[in-house]
């Protein structure tokens, strides 16, 4: 089956750090790669997504690429600010007709001033 | 607020007790999804709905469970007879029809948090 397989946190880095959280899958086919971000009290938001092979993602100055040969999607930033602070889930959507979502486990980051 | 709205926000109740949770989608969209999140948990998928149809049920779906969306609107997920591993966030999603291969972003909602004493 699916699984997505994510950096184990929690991760604290200092403001103007540069971050990156590992992101690896299982997937039959040629699933379609997200990034979702949950900051504190608030619902899941999509970050960024890419549907296809070296497809990069990116929002908010984070940036992703889909990595079919290391099955992989890092999320990355140059420059971490304290209203980064949130967790962050890898996911995927297979593509053979179902719809749900499978997620990693989250990695919580915290930036410090 | 024209997103993803859930209710109630937050629910305890007892063991054994039968518990009700509303989603509103976006009024475009005609899929609906949820799915439960346990602590330090990523969410898990249950059930998902095409306007009013139900086409998937994940194997965590108990005959305890069950999810209705009556008029292809508003969605309804019941538990009955609760247990104290029911205890989660529950959370909804919507999205508009597309093509398979999940291009289209799921939106969200901010989840019931359901705790069984």
């Known amino acids: 089956g699916n699984s997505v397989t994510q950096m184990e946190g929690p991760v604290t880095l200092s403001e103007e750090a540069f971050l990156t959280i590992n992101c690896t899958y299982t997937?039959?086919?040629?699933?379609?790669l997200f990034w979702y971000v949950q900051y504190p009290g608030e619902g899941l938001q999509l970050l960024l997504k890419?549907?296809?092979?070296?497809d990069k993602g990116s929002n908010k100055g984070f940036e992703a690429t889909y990595r079919k040969e290391t099955t992989s999607f890092h999320l990355e930033k140059g420059s971490v600010q304290v209203s980064d602070s949130a967790v962050y889930f890898c996911?995927?959507?297979?593509?053979?007709?179902?719809?749900?979502?499978?997620f990693g486990t989250g990695t919580r980051l915290t930036i410090i001033p | 607020d024209t997103g993803v709205s859930q209710n109630p926000r937050h629910k305890i109740t007892k063991r054994g007790q039968n518990v009700t949770f509303r989603c509103d989608p976006i009024?475009?969209?005609?899929?609906l999804y949820w799915y439960r999140q346990t602590l330090g948990q990523g969410p898990e998928f249950l059930t998902y709905?095409?306007?009013?149809?139900?086409?998937?049920k994940s194997r965590l779906l108990s005959d305890r469970f069950s999810a209705e969306r009556p008029k292809g609107s508003f969605s309804t997920l019941e538990i009955q007879r609760t247990e104290q591993g029911d205890s989660a966030m529950y959370l909804c999603?919507?999205?508009?029809?597309?093509?398979?291969?999940?291009?289209?972003?799921?939106?969200f909602g901010p989840g019931t948090r359901l705790t069984v004493l």
């Open positions: 009024s475009e969209h005609n899929r």
């Open positions: 997937a039959t086919g040629y699933p379609s």
């Open positions: 890419a549907t296809k092979a070296d």
């Open positions: 709905f095409q306007n009013e149809a139900q086409l998937e």
């Open positions: 996911a995927l959507i297979s593509n053979f007709g179902n719809e749900k979502l499978t």
């Open positions: 999603a919507s999205s508009p029809a597309g093509t398979s291969g999940g291009a289209h972003e799921q939106f």
